[in-house]
């Protein structure tokens, strides 16, 4: 993928050295010096999640090259079985299945046209880089939703749902059943969750840290690098905690830490929705760049109710995606900034990371500038 990873390698590593996270709290006594994940543990399996699905997203990006894409190849890729012992495929969460494959191939269908885009014609759709983006007739950018549905329906799903690691590892606590006889499975669940993050040994130290050349580790650096936000550091020392707090059986801790993760996880997904909506409010007159910011805002949405926790339930999701419209070049900054308001409505601690004004009287202005 098309990506920087030279400053965001170094802040993941800077994690080992020092470890600060969110709702720092005594550790009840317990010896909790770690401060990098360590654990005699291989997550060498997880490993191939997260390689799958950058290898599917980069196969589908040269369709944006104007390369013709082939469907039983990117099938084949999202199909195929791994190291884990399952395919992204079996991974992915029940409901996205058929959603997914079928982007796939709409996707695939779309580079066969071989044929410049525009609104209502599927294509490539030209930027003023002079770069193109692989859009269907309504400014679907098909590479962008699969991206935001390995993701959502597929990491954040295996972490977050009902059945996820960190759910079942918080239901065996509420229920009481940690304790000797369960430490090592809860250990196993909690490392494939930790390794689900997209993961990665230090040669030099032996330790795993979240790798930042990954979906999850990509986003969560980057946005230290723009706020100081330490979502990354949050969720890795949440993890490097929770771990231990298994072994010492010190469930209120490893509770705190699970809550961590998920609203640090989740309130990044809500900034992610922000970022993409501003950034098509930016691009009003660019409107392949307009789309493809819609799209990855979608698709962003649409992950949120994978955490059975979450503040914004599947019918939220559909409600609030649902004012995009269904021609992304046809939305407008009204119907963008109505959705804003949404999302800070069910998550207000977003506020502080509004990278514009919410704008109340966007309709009228748009009505005047008409006429």
Not at 137 to 152: D, I
Not at 257 to 268: A, H, K, M, T, V
Request: net charge negative; charged share 25%; proline share 3%.
């Amino acid at each position: 993928m098309r990506r920087n990873f030279a400053f965001l390698a170094i802040a993941a590593m800077s994690v080992l050295s020092s470890c600060k996270y969110d709702n720092e709290y005594p550790p009840s006594g317990e010896n909790y010096d770690n401060t990098t994940y360590n654990y005699d543990t291989d997550l060498s399996s997880f490993e191939s999640v997260n390689a799958q699905a950058l290898r599917l997203i980069e196969e589908m990006e040269k369709g944006h090259d104007g390369a013709e894409l082939s469907e039983s190849v990117l099938l084949g890729i999202y199909k195929e079985k791994l190291a884990v012992g399952a395919s992204l495929m079996e991974l992915t969460s029940p409901a996205s299945q058929d959603t997914v494959e079928f982007m796939i191939k709409r996707f695939a269908s779309i580079s066969s046209l071989q044929q410049q885009g525009e609104n209502g014609k599927p294509g490539l759709t030209s930027l003023p880089s002079g770069s193109s983006l692989l859009l269907d007739g309504n400014g679907m950018n098909y590479a962008k939703l699969v991206e935001k549905e390995l993701m959502g329906a597929v990491i954040y799903f295996n972490e977050f749902s009902e059945k996820g690691y960190l759910s079942s590892i918080r239901e065996e606590v509420n229920n009481n059943k940690l304790n000797d006889s369960t430490i090592a499975r809860n250990e196993m669940s909690w490392d494939a969750a930790f390794g689900f993050t997209g993961t990665r040994k230090s040669e030099e130290s032996s330790t795993y840290y979240i790798d930042p050349s990954y979906f999850w580790g990509n986003e969560w650096a980057k946005m230290n690098q723009v706020d100081g936000s330490n979502t990354l550091e949050n969720i890795y020392g949440h993890f490097v905690r929770g771990r231990r707090s298994i072994s010492y059986i010190n469930r209120d801790t490893l509770m705190m830490d699970i809550q961590g993760i998920s609203n640090n996880w989740e309130l990044s997904i809500a900034r992610k929705v922000e970022e993409n909506l501003s950034s098509a409010l930016d691009h009003s007159n660019q409107s392949g760049l307009r789309a493809h910011d819609l799209s990855a805002a979608l698709g962003s949405i649409r992950m949120l109710p994978h955490n059975i926790e979450s503040k914004m339930d599947s019918v939220d999701s559909r409600s609030i995606s649902g004012k995009l419209g269904e021609n992304f070049y046809e939305t407008t900054d009204w119907q963008i900034q109505e959705i804003r308001k949404d999302i800070v409505f069910k998550y207000p601690e977003l506020e502080p990371y509004l990278l514009k004004p919410i704008l109340e009287n966007v309709e009228e202005d748009q009505e005047a500038s008409s006429r």
